[in-house]
């Protein structure tokens, strides 16, 4: 019994270390990524650890207006984040807090932050953060819907919402990735992806400028250490989106448990996995241009339709 | 060996008219083939009646008593319409009305595109009437849509053009519901052994063996069929296209397309109606064909009583008369389907040479409308009026002559079965339609005379009117018995007799 | 060789091709571009000839192969590339604006799709081997969707891919309920589809230059 909680443990904060080290890792590689594939030489792969470090030494600016809210969010986002994280199955497909929540828990914990988020957009007064908060807020009304049925579809196809399950279920089953259900869901997923991380073509990561704006803009007033929570947040809410369409639709590799010499080897999996995602956006993000604000939510239909289409291929085909 | 001959000749025809360089030449290719097309038509008839039905190639080509009446009204109309052609496009090409701006090669150009078209609309329609496969019934009918589009935009008006779109897509979409129902009757009819042949769609095959249809498919199939060759008939609410395209086409075209074409697409309706009846009984069929009918029946009287234009009345003429034969179909029975054939027969010669009376009209007076006929028609073209009132007597229905006998027998089917309503609703609307038609078209035959001058002689024109008129005329009282006896043939194909 | 002549790896191929034909034509109705349209009906065209020959490898019947071969000509090759010169030639690569907006266009086929799903339920009776049951959901599904993406486009030419589309759909139906029609049938109708292509096409060139638009709500002068 105590092994079995010390053994959690053990995996919690392993999960955790390999959460907080990989995120900016990633956001890291597809930058570089990205401009390698516009002929630019672009940040080295080790830029956000740089820039984390430095935002975490410089002073803070609070603005007069701000209320409580300002100051506790970067907190809650950052912990809600990183809690989801570890709910989900990263190296291993037992997820080490995967007893205290399955695939909605992960959902509510990110929409828990994006809450917050949008709140404290709003909280300064400002023009710009009240902007950003709307548009996100639009976005997500039509991507959560679309996350929930096409995760739903893998869970009924997995037979529980546990996200344990749903990864136990998917090793070993090499033929069921070309049901048409998963097809429609991962294609849904991947969508929202796209949507929730805020890249090209649903909104532009690298601008400041007001006219294509939503993330920067709701995070514009943060500085210093709360900018650096918050963006850390972000790169760690992107790595758990990732690892969840990853893990739920090509389960290769994922370990059973987190110990032994198969830990090594997942999170090579892991990594893996994860540098051929980033180069598939990185594709995306350089093909495509970023669509005006009023065509997302067509988009973002299509990846609803095919969400749903998913859920009721489980049924029909 | 007659078919191949009804099949070659018009094609060949075509291809002449293609490579000729000379008017006159283009004329004889057409009249020609026609002429000999008639014939063999006639040929046919007889050998259909004399040893029942024709049959080719291993089934493929099959002609019986139905098959060679809608071939023998096709010929003719074809026939007379080639002939009416040569004076009406002279006409048009010495007036102008072939547009202003083109040079005398692009006139010629125009006109060889016409002379090369019709063949090949007459080659489709026969090719269809005596395609035994169901699917390749399906693509002549397509193809008939195909030759006439050009027809259509002949004097490429802007209205012609919006003309020819709507008549292309919504004759393209309901001919795609006619495909997916012959798709759905293959599939009903997959159980059946040799399925998988190409005799797997035939008609007669699956006539003979129709109770053993699916029946669930059989009645998706014929719903989908009534849409869509319901569709290229001018059944409402799918009529939408004939009054634009009935009088945005040269009137030749305009009287092949409302007659001969008609009687296609009722054909193509009559062959499914046999399957389905004899697969599920004629009440499912019958109360469908009815509703359209009447729909039809009674779509058309509005825009009957409040029309304007003359040739689009004609057009809401044939809306009207697809559903009364409609209605005949769906009547079934053995009165039920004589009403039919003899109203088909009737309704072709009556029809067509009403829209060369009204191409007359048109090309003298230069107008489509009612209101812009100054002068009465009886005073500038003393023949065309006369023939004008007579045939539209003749097509409301006044007896003696010949469609108020099968319009008759049509009524007395309706009650004979019980369907009172049918009955009451079809005198209704066709005294709606009388009404109607007899007071505008009335009106602008005897108006007061003015001083347009009188038209000069048209030989080839009023020849052919005088010809139909003629047939129209003596049909009324004595229909020879070769036609009458193939007409009942044709009803007891229908009836399963 | 054996996997390759399993019915249920075959009938996983057809249904995930079938599917991956769902999918472009809900983006066909998504999409704004009239040349990514033709190059989605291309595509899709060519899962349908892959979907034949599929059928027609599990089911040893030679003829469907011919059907696969012809379908790949005239749908894939002929017809794009007689839609792109076109468009070329009229020089529009304007946007379309649908009647209803895109994305309730997008929801609206979805339902559709659901109603082509239950339509196709009631032609199968349990027991019975078929080989393409899914795919001829996807067909009623690609039928109505093309159906109601014609009336509610507004520029010729995509109504016309449309019309196309809705034949996708039927060849479809026709490979997995009966598997194919008859050769010379199947013969006639892409010989049709192919001269119908052409003179659509003709007639939207002079649509474009008698109306210098291909919007066809402008053609309302005949009425009545």
């Known amino acids: 019994m105590t092994g079995q909680i010390i053994g959690r443990l053990i995996e919690s904060i392993a999960q955790l270390c390999l959460l907080l080290a990989i995120a900016p890792l990633v956001t890291g590689v597809i930058r570089a990524l990205k401009a390698r594939m516009q002929t630019r030489r672009g940040p080295g792969i080790l830029q956000p650890y740089r820039d984390l470090y430095k935002l975490f030494r410089k002073g803070m600016v609070i603005p007069e207006t701000a209320s409580w809210i300002f100051v506790a969010t970067p907190w809650i986002v950052f912990f809600s984040t990183v809690l989801a994280g570890l709910m989900i199955p990263m190296v291993a497909a037992e997820a080490p807090l995967g007893l205290f929540g399955g695939v909605l828990a992960v959902i509510y914990l990110l929409g828990l932050g994006r809450f917050f988020l949008a709140l404290s957009g709003l909280d300064t007064g400002s023009s710009f953060g009240g902007l950003g908060s709307s548009r996100e807020m639009t976005i997500s009304a039509l991507a959560e819907p679309a996350m929930m049925l096409a995760i739903f579809t893998v869970a009924i196809g997995a037979g529980s919402t546990s996200l344990t399950q749903i990864a136990g279920a998917a090793i070993g089953q090499n033929w069921r990735f070309l049901a048409p259900a998963q097809m429609f869901a991962f294609a849904a997923l991947a969508l929202v992806l796209i949507a929730e991380t805020g890249r090209i073509p649903v909104d532009n990561p690298d601008t400041h400028l007001e006219l294509t704006m939503i993330h920067e803009a709701m995070i514009l007033e943060y500085s210093g250490p709360y900018l650096a929570l918050v963006e850390w947040a972000a790169s760690i809410k992107q790595l758990v989106l990732m690892t969840l369409l990853i893990n739920c639709f090509w389960p290769i590799g994922l370990q059973p448990t987190w110990f032994g010499f198969g830990a090594l080897q997942g999170i090579a999996w892991l990594l893996a996995k994860l540098l051929f995602l980033s180069c598939a956006i990185v594709l995306i993000e350089t093909v495509n241009a970023k669509t005006r604000l009023f065509r997302v939510p067509e988009l973002l239909a299509v990846a609803f339709t095919l969400g749903s289409l998913a859920l009721i291929s489980t049924f029909l085909f | 060996m007659l078919l191949i001959a009804l099949l070659l000749i018009p094609v060949a025809a075509s291809v002449a008219s293609f490579f000729v360089r000379r008017r006159e030449a283009m004329e004889v290719a057409n009249v020609a083939g026609f002429g000999i097309v008639f014939l063999a038509s006639v040929a046919l008839a007889a050998q259909v009646l004399a040893r029942g039905a024709v049959s080719l190639c291993n089934g493929f080509f099959y002609a019986d008593a139905l098959s060679a009446l809608v071939i023998l009204l096709t010929a003719s109309v074809a026939l007379v319409c080639s002939t009416y052609s040569i004076g009406y496009l002279r006409d048009d090409q010495q007036s102008g009305a072939l547009g202003d701006d083109l040079t005398s090669v692009e006139q010629l150009a125009l006109l060889r595109m016409y002379y090369s078209l019709t063949p090949l609309l007459v080659f489709s329609m026969l090719f269809m009437a005596m395609a035994n496969n169901l699917?390749?019934?399906?693509?002549?009918?397509?193809?008939?849509?195909?030759?006439?589009?050009?027809?259509?935009?002949?004097?490429?008006?802007?209205?012609?053009?919006e003309a020819a779109w709507k008549y292309a897509i919504i004759g393209g979409v309901g001919l795609s519901m006619a495909l997916f129902g012959t798709i759905v009757t293959y599939y009903a009819g997959h159980s059946l052994p040799g399925s998988d042949a190409l005799s797997g769609l035939n008609w007669s095959v699956l006539a003979q063996h129709a109770a053993q249809l699916d029946k669930t498919s059989m009645r998706l199939a014929f719903v989908l069929i009534l849409l869509g060759y319901g569709t290229k008939a001018g059944l409402a609410p799918m009529h939408t296209w004939k009054p634009d395209a009935y009088s945005e086409a040269p009137v030749p075209s305009a009287a092949i397309l409302s007659s001969a074409l008609l009687n296609c697409a009722l054909y193509c309706l009559i062959r499914f109606y046999i399957l389905t009846s004899r697969c599920l009984g004629p009440e499912y069929p019958g109360r469908l064909l009815l509703l359209f009918g009447l729909l039809s029946m009674g779509i058309s009287v509005p825009f009957i009583l409040v029309q304007q234009n003359y040739r689009r009345l004609l057009a809401y003429h044939t809306i009207d008369h697809a559903g009364i034969m409609t209605t005949a179909l769906g009547l079934g029975g053995v009165l039920g389907s004589l009403g039919l054939m003899l109203h088909m027969a009737f309704h072709t010669i009556a029809k067509s040479l009403l829209f060369l009376c009204a191409g007359n009209v048109s090309q003298h007076f230069r107008t489509d409308l009612f209101s812009r006929i100054k002068g009465s028609v009886i005073g500038a073209m003393p023949l065309t009026g006369v023939v004008f009132l007579m045939a539209m007597l003749a097509i409301i229905g006044m007896p003696p002559f010949s469609l108020f006998q099968s319009e008759f027998?049509?009524?007395?089917?309706?009650?004979?079965?019980?369907?009172?309503?049918?009955?009451?609703?079809?005198?209704?609307?066709?005294?709606?339609?009388?009404?109607?038609?007899?007071?505008?078209?009335?009106?602008?035959?005897?108006?007061?005379?003015?001083?347009?001058?009188?038209?000069?002689?048209?030989?080839?024109?009023?020849?052919?009117l005088l010809a139909l008129a003629v047939a129209l005329v003596v049909i009324g009282f004595w229909i020879p018995a070769p036609l009458f006896e193939l007409i009942r043939g044709a009803a007891r194909v229908v009836s399963g007799q | 060789?054996?996997?390759?002549?399993?019915?249920?790896?075959?009938?996983?191929?057809?249904?995930l091709m079938a599917a991956l034909v769902l999918v472009l034509q809900i983006a066909m109705v998504s999409q704004r571009w009239i040349v990514v349209h033709i190059r989605i009906f291309a595509a899709q065209s060519f899962f349908l000839a892959m979907i034949a020959a599929t059928i027609a490898w599990f089911n040893h019947a030679p003829h469907i192969y011919i059907a696969a071969a012809l379908t790949l000509v005239v749908k894939v090759i002929l017809v794009p590339i007689l839609f792109e010169r076109l468009v070329e030639r009229m020089e529009i690569h304007e946007e379309i604006e649908p009647i209803v907006n895109v994305p309730l266009s997008v929801l609206i086929s979805g339902a559709l799709t659901l109603v082509g799903y239950v339509v196709a339920e009631s032609f199968y009776k349990p027991g019975e081997p078929g080989l393409g049951h899914n795919a001829l959901a996807v067909a009623i599904s690609l039928f109505l969707i093309g159906f109601f993406t014609m009336i509610n486009r507004r520029k010729a030419l995509t109504q016309v891919l449309a019309l196309l589309s809705?034949?996708?759909?039927?060849?479809?139906?026709?490979?997995?309920?009966?598997?194919?029609?008859?050769l010379i049938v199947e013969l006639g109708i892409l010989f049709d589809v192919?001269?119908?292509?052409?003179?659509?096409?003709?007639?939207?060139?002079?649509?474009?230059?008698?109306?210098?638009?291909?919007?066809?709500?402008?053609?309302r002068r005949l009425r009545g």
């Open chain 2, 135 to 161: 699917g390749v019934m399906w693509a002549a009918m397509e193809a008939t849509t195909l030759a006439s589009i050009f027809l259509v935009t002949f004097y490429g008006k802007v209205t012609s053009i």
């Open chain 2, 409 to 464: 027998l049509i009524v007395r089917a309706a009650f004979d079965g019980g369907h009172v309503l049918t009955g009451v609703l079809f005198v209704l609307f066709g005294t709606g339609v009388f009404a109607g038609a007899l007071l505008h078209v009335g009106g602008m035959i005897l108006g007061p005379k003015s001083d347009a001058p009188p038209a000069g002689p048209r030989p080839w024109r009023d020849g052919s």
């Open chain 3, 1 to 15: 060789m054996t996997p390759f002549l399993d019915m249920q790896i075959g009938d996983r191929i057809i249904t």
């Open chain 3, 166 to 182: 809705l034949e996708n759909g039927l060849f479809l139906a026709a490979i997995s309920l009966t598997y194919g029609m008859p």
């Open chain 3, 194 to 219: 192919l001269v119908a292509a052409m003179v659509l096409g003709i007639l939207v060139y002079r649509i474009r230059e008698t109306f210098e638009s291909m919007d066809v709500s402008r053609l």
